[in-house]
């Protein structure tokens, strides 16, 4: 078998042509002896080891959609049989099963081939804060490989995997992602579980993807994207297949006075060539005012967020400090001089920060910023192991805050050979949307996936954005985690956001159940009150099925929405609701049950 390009339409291509998966597993184990670098791994499998997972894949199966596809994992997500250590020997685990996510992938058909290494529990964007020696950049081992996710971005550079999990909190899933010219996918908070993962800041993190190709990347979190009930952050977020945008969309900018490149020129002179790449697609340009976003990022090291890094390893802390990287322990134990009000007041802040915030993200469907706003070398960070760090954070460290999904995607290489890499940024549940625009921007160019010399082929051209799903609203016992989601879910219906009707609505809980059902009744502008809703697309073929199922007096009517648009959702007859209990001032099913139960 010639050299094959890591990505899976190659590599599914060569398992239809007659390739087996062992000799893509050989390749894997080639291309990491060639490598030589034995710090991307904190444990890597053994040959045999992947070879006995191979033998359990049976035929090809076009219906998996990561057949044989070999990937790697960040080292604070478990595997069954293998430490977790999160780059902390002191604090290594073994457990028992797979993370969720894992999980999610090997059912797919993925192949697992090792865990990799990471700037100690996740904390840092440098990728050298580990006891296991640091992995080197894939591009230039001069630069440092970016963290905290630096192996498993090392990984992808070389071309060993096309794919790989890491974890992102204040950019590790997008820093060494411009670091080693792939792409980094960081979805909506509670997009992918969290179950089976070390957190760093539990509340504000995710795991993230890498890959060569936004394609791979998206085919990945379409996998991974599946909603545990288990992980109390989880979140019902849709992952639809991609298709062409419809209208070109309007771009945030950082305006002049608030961008930030450190000095460096070249690094500007990319970052506005990528802009002129979007306006060619058509996206208006808009600069924005990005003081409030730098102003929550700076939120991040601060309060209540440094303390939620304290509860992971207090416990360690307290009984073997010097386990620690001291970097990661001085920046870690700041929150031993903080107070529970303290944190309060951060999370306070906070909020008046978003609101702040809100006027400058108005009227955009995304932005677009520098993945780093300039380069650091391994030698900078031996000199200043917190500046540099710093420095990276610039365009991360508000995403998770701010509760957006990401995108950093390579773009024409820099003029001094270095990569090029922006970010596109959107609101919650947008994570098709910004990877519809960042094919456009890969594209670009002439490139290399990564370290390699594979140059990057362009997809098939995205489907028209025709519709083949019918939004539904629904208000009760249909919404997720709920007796009745079945009945959308068993229909691959698909979560889109939540929503509010306007305040001419009345909610009622109907006379028998089990379960308990609403009715949702329409009057005049002022007469009720916006009410709770879940938006779901509904493929059409099953429509008919589901809507054949819903009972009397419910019917499919217009609801209107308080954003101004209209969905179509379930109504209910005035006359039913005679002898039902009005429940308008609730508002929300959910909250009525809770209710209940209190």
């Not at 469907?365 to 520098?370: E, G, K, Q, S, T």
Request: with cysteine; hydrophobic share 45%; aromatic share 8%.
């Amino acid at each position: 078998m010639t050299d094959l390009r890591m990505t899976i339409p190659d590599i599914h291509a060569a398992y239809a042509a007659g390739v087996s998966p062992r000799d893509v597993v050989a390749q894997v184990f080639d291309r990491i002896s060639a490598v030589g670098d034995p710090n991307i791994f904190i444990a890597l499998r053994a040959h045999q080891d992947v070879l006995a997972d191979v033998a359990t894949l049976g035929d090809f199966d076009t219906a998996k959609p990561l057949w044989g596809i070999p990937f790697v994992v960040k080292d604070n997500i478990d595997v069954a049989g293998y430490e977790t250590t999160a780059a902390c020997p002191a604090y290594a685990y073994a457990p028992e099963t797979d993370a969720f996510v894992v999980a999610q992938l090997r059912a797919a058909g993925a192949i697992l081939i090792g865990k990799t290494n990471l700037d100690q529990f996740a904390t840092g964007l440098v990728g050298v804060r580990t006891p296991y020696g640091a992995p080197l950049n894939s591009v230039d081992p001069e630069i440092v490989p970016g963290g905290s996710s630096g192996g498993s971005g090392v990984a992808v550079g070389h071309g060993i995997v096309p794919l790989s999990l890491g974890t992102d909190t204040a950019g590790s899933g997008r820093v060494p992602a411009a670091l080693n010219n792939i792409v980094g996918l960081k979805p909506t908070l509670g997009a992918l579980s969290a179950s089976g993962v070390v957190p760093a800041c539990r509340s504000i993190e995710t795991i993230s993807i890498f890959a060569l190709t936004v394609s791979d990347a998206y085919a990945a979190y379409q996998v991974c994207c599946a909603y545990d009930p288990a992980d109390a952050f989880a979140r019902p977020i849709s992952a639809p297949d991609l298709t062409a945008m419809g209208t070109p969309p309007v771009i945030g900018i950082p305006s002049p006075d608030t961008i930030e490149f450190m000095g460096d020129a070249v690094q500007s002179a990319s970052f506005y060539a990528a802009v002129d790449l979007l306006r060619a697609e058509g996206a208006t340009i808009r600069e924005i005012d990005f003081k409030p976003l730098y102003a929550v990022a700076h939120m991040l090291y601060e309060g209540a967020w440094v303390a939620e890094r304290y509860t992971v390893i207090e416990d360690l802390l307290k009984r073997d400090p010097d386990a620690i990287h001291p970097v990661t322990r001085q920046i870690i134990c700041k929150a031993e001089d903080l107070s529970a009000a303290d944190a309060f007041r951060g999370i306070y802040r906070l909020k008046e920060l978003a609101r702040a915030a809100e006027p400058s993200l108005a009227g955009v469907d995304m932005l677009c910023v520098p993945t780093i706003p300039t380069f650091h070398t391994v030698a900078e960070l031996e000199a200043d192991p917190v500046t540099p760090n710093s420095n990276f954070g610039t365009y991360t460290n508000f995403v998770n805050l701010l509760d957006m999904c990401g995108i950093a995607v390579p773009v024409p290489a820099r003029s001094d050979g270095r990569p090029g890499s922006v970010t596109l940024l959107a609101a919650a549940g947008k994570d098709a949307e910004i990877a519809v625009m960042a094919q456009s921007l890969e594209a670009a160019g002439q490139r290399s996936l990564g370290a390699t010399d594979w140059a990057y082929t362009a997809p098939p051209a995205l489907p028209a954005g025709e519709t083949t799903t019918l939004r539904l609203a629904v208000c009760g016992a249909h919404m997720a985690g709920l007796p009745l989601n079945h009945q959308l879910t068993d229909r691959n219906a698909v979560f889109v956001k939540k929503a509010r009707t306007t305040d001419a609505y009345r909610f009622y809980v109907l006379a028998g159940g089990p379960p308990a059902r609403p009715g949702l009744v329409r009057g005049t502008a002022g007469s009720g009150a916006p009410i709770a809703l879940e938006l779901w697309d509904v493929p059409l073929a099953h429509v008919g099925s589901f809507l054949g199922g819903i009972p009397a007096p419910l019917g499919l009517g217009t609801i209107a929405l308080d954003d101004g648009s209209q969905v179509q959702g379930f109504l209910c007859e005035t006359v039913a609701t005679t002898d039902a209990q009005d429940i308008t001032d609730i508002g929300d099913w959910r909250q009525y049950i809770a209710s209940l139960t209190a």
